[in-house]
């Protein structure tokens, strides 16, 4: 069994902003745990490619759709290579194969009489492709996400019979599992318990689609096309790419992880159509909150965007992931906060980490002629290895819950807690006696176990940090046993060389 992971599949409006580089740090966090942890793992991605919005853009552009989506695909792309992003399949909506697999999912749908044809009035977003209730049935109605003006629409559409599957979507969403965090749950249980209404799957005015089978100027609507990249993602290399195949080498996602904007259609719009077309829905769905900057939404009109590219150039991807990873609980809103973000960098992983690892590896090599000390059978002080066991079994329990904030403090405490008890054991001054060497000896093993500890713990969140912990130790991690395994306490090697210490992280300067 695999163990299946995507982001959202992102709208390619616009190039990628910073709250879709954190879903996707986020995902990627967590499929490289899973890998460590001995899974296999498919790591979906991509981008939703049709719609009226993208029609409109590629027009606005004076281009064709395909060259529009062509061009902000393959930014995507560069991104998550910048990035650094382990995803196995990146979908992109507009394919041959995702099409053929919409083609097949939708008959099956239709076969199961869920499918009519009527007419659709309302007012309509078209930044969110979407519906909108308007109580006041104005024309100046403005969307409250995008806080642009509601268009009317009156076309016939094809609709599909949500209402239908209202007791099995209540039983579903009422699984504690199903939806997370609980505050989103509850939110999706209130809008469920107003009861379901059939929704449009088709538009007539969007040539800018996946044509709908037997049905004249009919193309599917994006939603109904773009969730299928999910699975179509699955069998996009084999040879023989369709539904079965996905569903027998991976379907149904264990988790997808979203915007909480976008938590409705992936949690009673999506697993409707799975269960109409008579396939497993997923099993987790994680709306995590919105990113705000020094306490105010982003935006354009108030010029206050942050640039990933610009982060990333000016700070390193290492640094980004720890605050976004580190200092947002997944589920809630975030706030990027400038003074804040360097300073959690420069105490964490400059001082905390990178000083502790820096100093240590001095004395050693200092007192025990460039090496690990020999502390084989002296057992002076099991302090930390004590502590380390704790805080590993933490750290695994919080990953697994993906709790990856409480996962990254545990690792943290680790090393506040290593620096506390080098500072009281003050080895520096024990080693003026020599009848103090075995005790010397046994502290410093202890610190620099710990640091081997502290380092493998990172290697799903910093990988990069990892590494240079691990070239700063003698480059010990074993790719050949197990990341778990090598968590245990004592396996940093007895008299082994310690390289010149280097920084790991430079520290920031406020600007």
């Known amino acids: 069994m695999s163990f299946v992971i995507t982001t959202p599949l992102y709208y390619v409006n616009d190039k990628p902003h910073l709250g879709s580089i954190y879903t996707t740090l986020i995902c990627d966090s967590i499929a490289r745990y899973k890998r460590l942890s001995g899974e296999k793992v498919i790591f979906i991605t991509g981008v939703d490619e049709h719609g009226l919005k993208i029609q409109r853009t590629a027009s606005n552009k004076n281009v064709k759709p395909q060259v529009h989506c062509d061009e902000i695909s393959n930014i995507f792309i560069q991104n998550w290579r910048d990035w650094d992003i382990t995803y196995n399949k990146f979908v992109r909506t507009s394919s041959k194969n995702h099409e053929s697999i919409v083609d097949e999912f939708y008959r099956r749908v ?14 309509y977003c078209v930044g969110c492709e979407e519906f909108k209730d308007n109580p006041e049935n104005s024309p100046t109605q403005k969307c409250p996400i995008h806080q642009k003006t509601l268009e009317w629409k009156n ?24 939806i997370q965090p609980k505050e989103r749950r509850n939110e999706i249980i209130n809008f469920v318990s107003k ?16 044509p709908v089978p037997d049905t004249k100027n009919h193309t599917f609507y994006v939603w109904f096309d773009a969730l299928l990249g999910y699975v179509s993602a699955i069998s996009q290399n084999f040879s023989n790419p369709s539904l079965e195949t996905s569903i027998n080498n991976g379907w149904p996602a264990d988790i997808h992880l979203i915007g909480k904007d976008i938590l ?23 709306g ?18 942050l640039d990933p590219n610009l982060l990333l150039s000016k700070y390193g991807k290492e640094a980004v992931r720890w605050y976004l990873l580190k200092d947002i609980t997944l589920g809630n809103d975030g706030d990027f906060q400038n003074r804040r973000f360097v300073d959690i960098i420069n105490n964490d992983l400059a001082n905390t980490i990178g000083n502790l690892l820096n100093r240590t590896s001095s004395m050693s090599r200092k007192w025990f002629n460039n090496k690990v000390p020999n502390n084989e059978d002296l057992i002076i002080d099991n302090t930390l ?18 709790t990856l904030d409480l996962a990254a403090n545990d690792l943290l405490d680790l090393a506040i807690n290593t620096n506390l008890y080098l500072n009281e054991k003050q080895p520096w001054t024990l080693i003026k006696d020599k009848n103090n060497i075995s005790l010397v000896s046994n502290i410093i093993y202890n610190v620099l176990e710990s640091i081997r500890i ?24 074993d790719k050949n046993k197990s990341w778990i395994e090598q968590l245990n306490w004592g396996i940093l090697k007895h008299e082994s060389i310690l390289p010149i210490p280097n920084p790991i992280i430079e520290k920031l300067e406020y600007e």
């Open 195 to 210: 009861g379901l209404k059939d929704f449009s799957i088709s538009r007539t005015n969007v040539s800018w689609g996946i």
């Open 385 to 402: 290895e004590l502590y380390s066991k704790e805080k590993v079994n933490n750290y695994i329990k919080h990953f697994n819950s993906y």
């Open 454 to 477: 502290i380092g493998l713990l990172l290697l799903p969140i910093l990988p990069d940090l990892s590494s240079k912990i691990d070239i700063q130790l003698g480059s010990i991690y």
């Open 288 to 305: 995590h909150g919105f990113l705000t900057r020094e306490g105010q939404k982003m935006g354009k009109s108030l010029g206050n965007v």
């Open 110 to 123: 239709k076969k199961s009489d869920d499918i009519y044809m009527g007419v659709q009035k309302g007012w």
């Open 264 to 286: 409705r259609f992936h949690s009673v719009y999506w697993p409707a159509m799975l269960l109409s077309a008579g396939m497993k829905v997923p099993k987790k769905v994680f």
């Open 155 to 178: 076309e016939e559409n094809l609709f599909f019979k949500l209402s239908k599957y209202q007791s099995q979507i209540e039983d579903l969403i009422n699984k504690p599992s199903f």
